[in-house]
């Protein structure tokens, strides 16, 4: 009887943990990993915004979604890759820009976090030694890794350095009261 009791305890201590690993802060130390040491950092190597969204979309990974102005359009974009992540499919877009370096921004169902990020106030942090931004927004959880210094990370946001590479091609629209934010759509 003794035994069977250890037995029980041991299978709902190891049930609990995965529940403590799905915390954010866990997500972003594994998401930084991912942009820095996966030998395959994108599954795809394409600077079309159109054709990425649609191949995510055939790999079930997160494709709608709202970007930084300054992220919209083609401009800068090097490839996607889908990873799971607690059974969950994550979106990775790659950016190398001028001026702020390379990023890469992680998409991911917010519905899965205890402790998802404030919705539209994208926060600044380091995570593995990285710069990153967090924020929420429509249902989605956003990481954005800088592969450069934190004052780069936060120029993607500023709306100056978000007007300077709006692209007037894309068909998209401003969120209400957020001036620097986009959606893209499937077009």
Aim: proline share 5%; with cysteine; charged share 15%.
């Amino acid at each position: 009887m003794t035994a069977a009791v250890f037995i029980l305890c041991g299978i709902v201590i190891f049930w609990k943990q995965p529940e403590n690993s799905v915390h954010f802060a866990n997500y972003s130390a594994q998401m930084v990993y991912a942009a820095v040491n996966d030998s395959n950092h994108v599954d795809v190597e394409n600077k079309n915004m159109k054709q990425i969204v649609a191949w995510l979309g055939e790999h079930h990974g997160e494709n709608n979604f709202v970007l930084p102005v300054a992220l919209n359009g083609d401009s800068g974009l090097v490839g996607c890759r889908v990873l799971d992540w607690h059974g969950q499919k994550v979106s990775m877009l790659c950016y190398g820009l001028s001026g702020s370096g390379h990023v890469d921004l992680f998409v991911a169902n917010s519905n899965i976090f205890p402790d998802a990020p404030p919705e539209d106030k994208p926060q600044f942090v380091s995570s593995g030694g990285m710069p990153t931004a967090s924020w929420s927004h429509d249902g989605e959880a956003y990481l954005m890794v800088g592969h450069g210094d934190m004052g780069a990370l936060e120029m993607i946001f500023q709306p100056k350095a978000a007007a300077r590479r709006q692209s007037p091609v894309r068909a998209s629209f401003m969120l209400a009261g957020i001036s620097n934010f986009q959606t893209i759509y499937l077009e």
